[in-house]
C-alpha cells in the first residue's frame, strides 16, 4: 500500500490532486483542516487529505558504482554533498528514498553506507501501513465513522443525505445540519440493538431524540400563596396582545384565581383598547403605566391578585435604545418573568439577531407564535438547542383562549415529525 498526504483550498481539488497521484482506486484514509503561516489559528484554512492506495510501494533504486579512475585505476572517491535533513513524514509523502548527508571521510576510510539505513526505515514503514491496512479492512462497517470536515469544507446538504438517511430526513422537517447530526448520532447508537425498523419504529425514535433536547416549562400551575408576574416581550406584529389574553383567559378558566392585567404599551392606542375591552370581557382590571415608577406602584396595588400579566410595546430589534428604555421597566428587582415572544414564521437568522438583542433583559422562557403559519417547525428546535431556553407555551390562531399550546417535550416532538395541518382553522 502507498501512502501520501495531500493539502488543498478544499475537498473537491483535494480529491482531484488524489485521483490524478494515486489513480481511481485510492481510498481515503483521513481527512483534516490545518492552518498554515504566522497567524495561526486565524491563518487560512488548508484541507489535509491522507489517502493511499493498494499497490507496491517503489523499490528503492540503487545508487551507481562511482566510476574508476582512467589515471591510477582506483575508484574515485565521491565527494559529499550537503543535503537537507528528510523527517519521516517527508518520506511518507513522497514514498521514495531521499539521499543523506554524508559525512566526509578521511584517506583510506570508506563511508558508511546511508542508503541501507534509510532501506531500513521504509521497511518498517511499509510493514507498519500493512499493518493499518489489515486492521481497517478487518473493521466492520457499522464500527467506522466519518472523519471531522470543518464547516467550510462540508459537503452540500443533498451529499449529506446521501452519505446520511436520516440526517436527509430530518433536514426535511427544518432541522439543521448541526442539529441533525446530533439527532442521527442518537438514532444510530439506538437503532444498532434494533437492526429490523419500520417507518413507524424509526418515527418513534426520532420524536423520543428529539424530546430529549427540549425543555419546558409550566407557568400558569396553581401556586397558592406565591404570585406570578409575566411580561410579554418582542418585537412589533407578534402577538404579545392576544397572547396575554389568552394566558389570562386560560389561567382564569381552570384556577380562578385573581389576575391584574398591566399595560406599558402606550405607543398604540389601539394596544390599549384591544386590551381593554379583553379586560371587560372577563372583568379584569387593567393598568396603563407610562412610567417605571408607575409600574411599580400597580404592582403594589395588585398585590392581592395570584397572576399579574405586564404587556409591552413591541420593539424593533435593531433598535438597542428602545430595549434599553423596556429594560428600565423591567427590572430583576421586581420578581418579573420576562418570555421573549418569536414568530415561527420568521427567518432562522432574524430569531437568532432578534434573541441576541433582547439579551439584555433575563429571559425566563420562549414562546413561540403563528406555528399555524409554518410549514416546517424545526426552526422551534434549532433556536431551543442554540439558546438552552425554554419554552412556555405554543400559540396557532386567533382565537381566545383555544388556540394556546402549554406542550411537554414529546408533544413539541411530535408537531415537528407530523403533519400539523390539523392546527389550523377555517
Not at 123 to 130: G, S
Not at 138 to 150: D, I, N, Q, R
Not at 188 to 216: H, M, Q, S, V
Not at 408 to 415: S, T
Amino acid at each position: 500500500m502507498q501512502v501520501k498526504v495531500f493539502e488543498a483550498q478544499d475537498m473537491a481539488s483535494g480529491l482531484k490532486m488524489v485521483k490524478e497521484a494515486l489513480g481511481p482506486d485510492a481510498l481515503i484514509l483521513s481527512t483534516r483542516t490545518i492552518r498554515h503561516g504566522s497567524f495561526g489559528v486565524l491563518g487560512k484554512p488548508i484541507m489535509e487529505i491522507t489517502a493511499a492506495v493498494d499497490s507496491a510501494w517503489p523499490e528503492p533504486k540503487p545508487a551507481p558504482r562511482a566510476p574508476r579512475s582512467t589515471r591510477t585505476g582506483k575508484a574515485s572517491r565521491p565527494r559529499a554533498t550537503a543535503q537537507p535533513d528528510l523527517s519521516y513524514e517527508e518520506l511518507w509523502r513522497t514514498g521514495e528514498p531521499q539521499p543523506q548527508p554524508v559525512a566526509s571521510a578521511g584517506p583510506g576510510v570508506v563511508a558508511p553506507q546511508a542508503g541501507q539505513d534509510i532501506q531500513a526505515e521504509l521497511a518498517e514503514l511499509r510493514a507498519l501501513v500493512k499493518g493499518l491496512s489489515n486492521r481497517i479492512s478487518g473493521l466492520k462497517a457499522p464500527t467506522l465513522h466519518s472523519a471531522y470536515v470543518e464547516p467550510e469544507f462540508a459537503a452540500p446538504a443533498a451529499a449529506v443525505a446521501a452519505v446520511d438517511p436520516v440526517a436527509g430526513l430530518l433536514a426535511g422537517y427544518g432541522i439543521n445540519r448541526e442539529t441533525a447530526q446530533v439527532l442521527a448520532r442518537f438514532t444510530r447508537e439506538t437503532i444498532g440493538n434494533a437492526p429490523c425498523l419500520d417507518g413507524a419504529d424509526l418515527t418513534a425514535i426520532l420524536k423520543t431524540a428529539i424530546a430529549r433536547l427540549f425543555t419546558t416549562v409550566r407557568v400558569l400551575d396553581n401556586r397558592p400563596g406565591r404570585q406570578q408576574r409575566l411580561s410579554l416581550i418582542g418585537p412589533t406584529g407578534v402577538g404579545k396582545t392576544t397572547t396575554l389574553a389568552k394566558i389570562a383567559a386560560h389561567y382564569r378558566s381552570r384556577h380562578n384565581g385573581r389576575i391584574g392585567l398591566i399595560t406599558i404599551d402606550t405607543y398604540r392606542i389601539a394596544a390599549v383598547e384591544q386590551l381593554k375591552v379583553y379586560g371587560e370581557i372577563m372583568r379584569l382590571p387593567l393598568e396603563v403605566v407610562i412610567t417605571p415608577q408607575e409600574l411599580v406602584a400597580a404592582l403594589e396595588r395588585f398585590r392581592d391578585a395570584d397572576l399579574v400579566l405586564i404587556d409591552t410595546a413591541g420593539r424593533s430589534p435593531k433598535n438597542g435604545l428602545e430595549i434599553k428604555e423596556l429594560a428600565a421597566f423591567l427590572r430583576p428587582e421586581l420578581g418579573i418573568d420576562n418570555h421573549l415572544l418569536l414568530s415561527a414564521a420568521t427567518r432562522e437568522r432574524e430569531l437568532e439577531e432578534t434573541i441576541r438583542r433582547f439579551s439584555v433583559l433575563p429571559i425566563s422562557a420562549f414562546i413561540f407564535s403563528k406555528i399555524d403559519e409554518c410549514d416546517q417547525l424545526g426552526a422551534l428546535l434549532n433556536i431551543h438547542y442554540k439558546n438552552d431556553t425554554p419554552i412556555s407555551f405554543l400559540t396557532n390562531g386567533q382565537r381566545v383562549p383555544e388556540d394556546l399550546l402549554m406542550p411537554d417535550p414529546a408533544a413539541i416532538a411530535a408537531l415537528i415529525l407530523n403533519d400539523h395541518g390539523s392546527l389550523t382553522h377555517g
